[in-house]
C-alpha cells in the first residue's frame, strides 16, 4: 500500500506544478461560475415575475445548482483526456516508462498510484466547484442534500472520465492520442441513450439507456443517489482500469 500512496502523492504533487492543469482548472472554474450566475440572475427574475403574477415558482436548487454541475460535467468531458493524456503515454514517448515497469512494483500497483494522483486532484476541483452552490445559504435556502447529491455525482463522473483516460493513456505512447481516443470513449458513453432514440429494438434500447453515462448522472442532480447508479460508475471505472492493466501487462511479457 505504501508504494502506491507515494505514487498517489507523487501525481498529485506533479499535477499542481503543471502550468496545463492549472490553466484547465482555472478555465473550468470561471466557466461554472459565471453560468452560476446567471442562472442565479435568471432565477431572480423568474421570481419577481412569479410574484407579480402570482404562483409558486421554482425551486431554488433546481433552477441554479443542478445547470451548473450540469454544465460542469460536460467541461470536464472535453477538459479530462487532456488531464489524462499524459499520465502514462508521456513516459513511454520519453522512454522512461521501461524503468517504471521493469520495478518490483505491478502494473495495477501502479496504475492505482497513478488513478488515486489523479482522483485527489478532481477531489480539489470538485471542493472548488462547490463554493458558488455554498455561497447560496447565505441568501437563500437551498436544498443541501440536493447540492451534496449533484457534488457526489459530478466527483464520480469526474472519476470515472478519469479512469477511462487512464486506460487510452496506457494503450500508445502518444499523448495526443490518447486524449483523441479517451474523448472518443467518453462522448459514446455520454451519447449513448440518444443513439437509443435514434432507433432499435426494446432491449437495444434499454442496454444503451444502462450504457449511457447521463442517465445515471442526471438522477444526482435530481438529488437521487441510488446503488445501481454508483454501482455504474464504480463498474466503469473498474472496468478501465483493468483494460489498462492488460494492456501494460502484455508489453511487459513482450519487454
Known amino acids: 500500500m505504501k508504494p502506491i500512496v507515494a505514487i498517489?502523492?507523487?501525481?498529485?504533487?506533479?499535477?499542481?506544478?503543471?502550468?496545463?492543469?492549472?490553466?484547465?482548472?482555472?478555465?473550468?472554474?470561471?466557466?461554472?461560475?459565471?453560468?452560476?450566475?446567471?442562472?442565479?440572475?435568471?432565477y431572480q427574475i423568474q421570481q419577481m415575475q412569479f410574484q407579480a403574477f402570482g404562483g409558486g415558482g421554482a425551486s431554488l436548487t433546481d433552477s441554479t445548482v443542478a445547470p451548473m454541475l450540469g454544465n460542469a460535467a460536460v467541461l470536464l468531458l472535453l477538459?479530462?483526456?487532456?488531464?489524462?493524456?499524459?499520465?502514462?503515454?508521456?513516459?513511454?514517448?520519453r522512454e522512461t516508462w521501461p524503468a517504471v515497469a521493469s520495478s518490483p512494483l505491478s502494473p495495477m500497483q501502479i496504475l492505482l498510484g497513478k488513478y488515486f494522483g489523479l482522483l485527489l486532484f478532481l477531489a480539489v476541483t470538485v471542493g472548488l466547484l462547490a463554493i458558488p452552490p455554498l455561497l447560496l445559504f447565505a441568501y437563500g435556502s437551498p436544498d443541501g442534500g440536493q447540492i451534496f447529491s449533484g457534488l457526489l455525482g459530478l466527483f464520480l463522473v469526474a472519476a470515472t472520465f478519469g479512469a477511462v483516460g487512464l486506460a487510452a493513456s496506457a494503450a500508445t505512447d502518444?499523448?495526443?492520442?490518447?486524449?483523441v481516443i479517451s474523448f472518443g470513449v467518453l462522448l459514446s458513453l455520454w451519447i449513448a441513450s440518444w443513439m437509443g432514440e435514434a432507433g432499435g429494438t426494446d432491449t437495444v434500447d434499454q442496454v444503451l439507456a444502462y450504457i449511457s453515462l447521463t442517465g445515471h448522472y442526471e438522477k444526482f442532480l435530481t438529488g437521487v443517489i441510488s446503488s445501481a447508479d454508483l454501482a455504474y460508475f464504480v463498474i466503469v471505472s473498474l472496468l478501465a482500469l483493468v483494460a489498462a492493466r492488460y494492456r501494460l501487462m502484455a508489453e511487459r511479457v513482450r519487454g
Do not use: D, G
Not at 79 to 93: C, N
Open 8 to 42: 498517489a502523492l507523487r501525481e498529485w504533487r506533479s499535477m499542481f506544478l503543471s502550468p496545463l492543469a492549472w490553466t484547465l482548472l482555472a478555465v473550468l472554474f470561471a466557466i461554472t461560475s459565471w453560468m452560476f450566475s446567471a442562472a442565479t440572475r435568471l
Open 79 to 93: 477538459i479530462s483526456p487532456l488531464l489524462t493524456m499524459r499520465l502514462i503515454a508521456e513516459e513511454k514517448r
Open 174 to 179: 502518444n499523448p495526443i492520442v490518447a486524449a
